[in-house]
């Protein structure tokens, strides 16, 4: 498994958790890498994308504002700030990399399957 994220945990509505993913893969600096969530019983959810080298960033309207991706190619990281939770944000979330491209076109793309790290679970409790 390339991808581990880690971090989860549980947090109250209004506030912060970060969560980190280590991408092991020998070429990670120039994949684009992203997040995914899901809750229990429902699909996937596309939430950020980065690029490798440019760094731009771009998100679901539902995180907008209140996410923030980063990413460190020396380390083979990736950063998932998340600030103002909500009880909705409750989750499974995923990082994910694309190694066919290293520009993001959106903030949603759909990795191969080998490509999904383990989830980390976010509860944000009211």
């Known amino acids: 498994v390339q991808l581990q994220a880690f971090g989860g945990g549980l947090v109250q509505a209004g506030g912060s958790l970060g969560l980190s993913c280590v991408n092991s893969?020998?070429?990670?600096?120039?994949?684009?890498m992203g997040w995914y969530r899901q809750v229990p019983g429902k699909g996937r959810e596309p939430l950020s994308c980065i690029g490798a080298s440019d760094g731009k960033s771009y998100y679901a309207d539902s995180v907008k504002g209140r996410f923030t991706v980063s990413r460190d190619n020396a380390k083979g990281t990736v950063h998932l700030q998340m600030n103002s939770l909500r009880p909705e944000d409750t989750a499974d979330y995923f990082c994910?990399?694309?190694?066919?491209?290293?520009?993001?076109?959106?903030?949603?793309?759909?990795?191969?399957?080998?490509?999904w790290g383990q989830g980390t679970l976010v509860t944000v409790s009211s």
């Open positions: 893969g020998s070429f990670a600096r120039i994949n684009r």
């Open positions: 994910i990399q694309d190694r066919a491209r290293a520009y993001c076109e959106g903030y949603a793309f759909i990795p191969s399957m080998d490509d």
